[in-house]
């Protein structure tokens, strides 16, 4: 264990990094970020997602299972289908506004509306920071077969669709009337429910070894409700939604590279 803390380290705190640098660009932009840069962003966040729930989180999930034949297909089907269940449940229950939206989801309640779009990305990122537990301790099993260089491209892949999330979150509190310096620190303080998510299902790991594949599941099924019911709505309204399609698609070719080449 002691020779994994560094790999383990680095795994949860790169992707809190991406989100600090989507962060910083308020020091650089004195207006909103421009709708084409926002649309391609999103899109490419997707497509990494997308990517990264297929080839890190559900093939393993499978793969892991493989001495069962036909049924190794089972625990990423039902972990799927509750990790889905999981973000719909919190996002019934959670008051929150999505970037771009006039009005809140979820029970009312009398919150700001910068609290309620800190509590939008909240939902969003503690899927991906478990999802980048998941795969650390899925690593960390011998068992599981998954070399941490494939969860460490996780990571990075997690990390490099959080840079437009922190900027996309940033930059209205920035136009909204705050200073550079406070709007950098919520956009940044948003991700860092990630490695906290990460830890978490690190720290359980012992206990969660037999029902690691459907873990992995789990986050993949988080992950794409968070692409399916957020992100691509977000992308494709308005104008220049074709730059979303294009971002989605290198997104998904970086991401699946990344885990070929590193896995």
Known sequence: MHDHVLPIAIGLLIPLSGTMLGS???????????ERLQKALLGFAS??????????????????????????????????????????????????????????????SHLSRTAMLSLAVTIHNLPE????????AAALQSSAGLPMSAAIAVSLGIAIQNIPEGAIISMPMRTAGNSRLKAFLI????????????????????????VLPYLLAFAAGAML????????PEASQGTHSNLSTIGFAIGFVLMMVLDVVLG
């Open 24 to 34: 910083a660009f308020v020091f650089f932009m004195k207006h909103n970020m421009p």
């Open 47 to 108: 497509g990494v997602m997308v990517a990264a729930s297929v080839w890190s989180l559900l093939i393993p999930a499978i793969e892991a299972e493989a001495d069962k034949g036909p049924w190794a297909v089972m625990p990423a089907a039902v972990g799927f289908l509750l990790g889905v269940l999981f973000l719909l449940t919190i996002d019934e229950l959670t008051p929150h506004l999505h970037i771009g939206a006039e009005s809140p989801e979820g029970p009312h």
């Open 129 to 136: 920071g478990m999802a980048v537990g998941v795969v650390l």
């Open 187 to 210: 956009g940044s303080l948003s991700g860092v429910v990630e490695p906290i998510g990460g830890l978490l299902v690190i720290m359980l790991a012992a206990w969660l070894t037999p």
């Open 225 to 232: 409700y968070v692409v399916v019911e957020e992100l691509i």
